[in-house]
């Protein structure tokens, strides 16, 4: 035999062990979380890092960036690296159902990570917050901050495609539609909203019609362009001192600069959640009213304890369950803080969640 083909046949042999090994390769857990453009994932990454070396399991972390196929390619990368339990935030909830199939099918425990996965039946656990307590903390803190009636209130939701951004929404219906039936409040940017007013609970479709026109799809641009689409066509009479319910702090920090540009709006009293830095800064400088702390800390430890249990065998701990439209999800929600200027401090660096540093202007 000529010695090129036979150090041919050598590469071809040795090539076929090293993927062979690498698809058998020691992963224990795969992370797939949604994007690296928001501080929100950034926060969770960082978070999975710390704690991941102290756990003693190897992980391997991968970002969808905004992208069902992309997301579907990492979960498939995962399951071909052998790992033994999924934890997955989904880009698009449904969408993300196909993923969870394949990793079922592969034998893989799939612990569905703040977002739920969807109409299907293979999500085996959910780690989460309290979504509902997220939405009526918004709410309350805009109730708290209102005197007298005739307020005008500008609604903002998160994307249709985040079941999230439902609970989110159902949260601050719960606590905003009584206040908005004894007038303390007039919606001013929402038709669907305005024609559902009186019904102190909304059915899944009926929110979907008012998150279908108010919706940021969690993108800052899309934030900006409708606040300024609904300060252009409101009349001054409309604008003075307005409560704007911001689902999230990326959303918020757009809205908050559009209002802030339009010379009729005199004060506005504006919601977020996440505790994103950027957002820590705002609140410090009068720019941003409240942010809701979702400690992600909390949520990484829940995530890995469950993947530790899958582990060893063992089920996680359930305290609640979702309803996935498909099934009832075993589900642990943690709670969650209400922030503002008078308790930044405090809640978010005398705590250890953040470094002074990373701040100016704190008091
Ligand atoms: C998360 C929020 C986040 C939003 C946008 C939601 O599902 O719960 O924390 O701000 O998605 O990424």
Redesign the pocket.
Known sequence: MKKSLLWILVLIFVSTIVSFSLAQSNLDVGIVL??KD?P??IQDETRFNDALKTAGYSAEILFSQGSSAKEKENVEALITKGAKVLII?PHDGTAAAASADEARAAGIKVISY??LIRATEAVDYYVT?D?IA?GEAQAQYLVDKATGTGNPLYLYA??AT?N??FLFFEGAWNVLQPKIADSTFIIKNSSEAVALQGKSTLIRDEMGKIIGQVTTN?DFTVAKNLAEANLTIAPAADKGNVFILA????TSRAIADAFADDNDVKSYVVSG??AEIPSVQYIIDGKQSMTVL?DVRTLVSDAIAAAVAYLNGKTPEQTNSYNNGKIEVPAKPSVVVTVDQSNVKAALIDSGYYDASEFTGLQ
């Open positions: 949604p994007t928001e929100r994932w935030c703040d977002r917050f979504s997220v998160g994307a985040d999230n951004a969690w689902p999230n702090d990326g959640q996440d979702k």
